[in-house]
Structures are given as structure tokens and as C-alpha cells.
């Protein structure tokens, strides 16, 4: 079992940065492809970023490419989404999620076994 813990959602102007966290625990970290979605009121859930166990790889939504950055450091159990330049359509709640599998789709949310509750990005205009 994984237990995933985000942190660092807040209400931002258009623009502006913002960086999440996702704290895991209960397993050896770096055996996770770890992911991060999204969803927003009334929509369906959205992939927006992946990172692979060691780190050497990562994946991006079309819509977040250029704007976000997914890293992560094994050693303190985290990975990070760093988003820039924020847009309303970016209000969602954002999710982090793990993987342990070595061959998946990291932007299918079904692959993912673990899930965090969430932290709620919100974007003013």
C-alpha cells in the first residue's frame, strides 16, 4: 500500500506559479512511476504530467507542455509539480497517483493503483 498526501493548492491570479507536492509513504518510493491528473467541476478526470521511478523520463498533457514540470526526489519520498504561467482553464483539483508497473500508459489514469485525495488549484482571471 501507498499512501499519497498532496499539498500546495490555492487560489492564484492568472499568470502566476504555483508549486504542488505529493508526499508518499507505506512503500519503497522509487519503484513508482508516479503521475499527476486532474479534474475540474462537471469535467472528466485529465492526465497532466508523468514521471518515471528514476526520473530519467517524463510526460506531458499537450495543454500543460512548456507551462509545468514534474520532478521528483527518492530521496524524501515526493514529487512535485511546478506550474507556470497559469490559465483559468488550469482550476481543477489535482491529483498525484503511482504506478508500479514498467510498461504502462502514463497518461491513462486505469494504470495508476494509488491516489491521493487531491489539492484544489484554482486560477482567477
Known amino acids: 500500500q501507498v499512501h499519497l498526501v498532496e499539498s500546495g493548492g490555492r487560489l492564484v491570479q492568472a499568470g502566476d506559479s504555483l508549486g504542488l507536492s505529493c508526499a508518499a509513504s507505506?512503500?519503497?518510493?522509487?519503484?513508482?512511476?508516479m503521475g499527476w491528473f486532474r479534474q475540474a467541476p462537471g469535467k472528466e478526470r485529465e492526465f497532466v504530467a508523468a514521471?518515471?521511478?528514476?526520473?530519467?523520463?517524463?510526460y506531458y498533457a499537450d495543454s500543460v507542455k512548456g507551462r509545468f514540470t514534474i520532478s521528483r526526489d527518492n530521496a524524501k519520498n515526493t514529487v512535485y509539480l511546478q506550474m507556470n504561467s497559469l490559465k483559468h482553464e488550469d482550476t481543477a483539483a489535482y491529483s498525484c497517483?503511482?504506478?508500479?508497473?514498467?510498461?504502462?500508459?502514463?497518461?491513462?489514469?486505469?494504470?495508476?493503483?494509488?491516489w491521493g485525495q487531491g489539492t484544489q488549484v484554482t486560477v482567477a482571471s
Open positions: 497517483a503511482a504506478v508500479q508497473r514498467r510498461t504502462y500508459i502514463p497518461g491513462n489514469w486505469n494504470a495508476y493503483d494509488y
Open positions: 507505506g512503500r519503497t518510493f522509487s519503484n513508482y512511476n
Open positions: 514521471i518515471r521511478e528514476s526520473g530519467s523520463r517524463t
